[in-house]
């Protein structure tokens, strides 16, 4: 059993109302080992047209995480890419901006991590903190060089995300597939997992209270994600809104899209040529020997 996709992306052009996307899916597993088999039978698949992806080297694959605090990124990729050959797959976790990279335009840090051809790269954030964090707190602005004030403005917003369309186009067209994931969280299990961090040893340095202020302004995160997925999501770079309440389900979910990504990018071992073949056979007369 697998999960319709098409019920979780975010069609271009279409308006996106949270409240009415689900964060919590009926489960395709029915106990720890059904889940476990599950994502066993994912991952070895994952690896395997990885392998391809290496060997070709004429394509790479984007994936982008994004959600709340406590969403479950971290724990999504860890086991999701669990069976993947570090040498051809690289994480990047963004964090709060350093003061050379405010000193570039908004894309650079993220321009300078993405993967080469032949290898998968995965964001753990991204520019997209850029049109939704920066929009609820305008004034990071002026780290940019730039005023708090410009933030009131629709126009600034929409250059922005025409900037991430045509990056994403520009990629797109240079051989990177890229799939974006948003893990929707209801506020309720956030807080449960926030209270888990407190309660449990080896959670508690993942606590911030940062984390806690932020949940007050939750309407005004989620009314800057609506926007910016309604206006980022395309048949190049689709959304997928992936509830994750159950992270289970999540990981799963996540492992179906990221396979039906590679799988739909026609991936094979690269031929050999007639001449290299003669000259393996050489090789191997001459080990047999």
Known sequence: MQFELKDYRVDAGKSVDLKKRPTLAKSIYSSKEEYHALLADHVAR??????????SESQALLVIFQGMDGAGKDG??????SGVNPQGCEVTSFKQPSAEELRHDFLWRCHARLPQRGRIGIFNRSYYEEVVVVRVHPEQLAGEGLSAQAGDHDRFWKDRFASINALEDHLRGNGTRIVKVFL??????QR????????????KWKFNLADVAERKLWKHYMKAWEGCLAATSSAAAPWFVVPADDKPNARLMV????????ESMK???????HARAAELRSIRRQLEK
């Open 267 to 273: 991936l094979a071992y690269p031929k050999v040529s």
């Open 192 to 203: 449960k997992r926030f209270l888990a961090r407190i309660e449990e040893p080896h959670k």
């Open 184 to 189: 929707h969280l209801s506020k309720e299990e």
């Open 76 to 81: 999504v990729i860890s086991h999701v890419m």
């Open 46 to 55: 994952l690896s395997a047209l990885q392998n391809m992806l290496y060997a």
């Open 255 to 262: 492992s179906q899209i990221i396979l039906e990504a590679l």
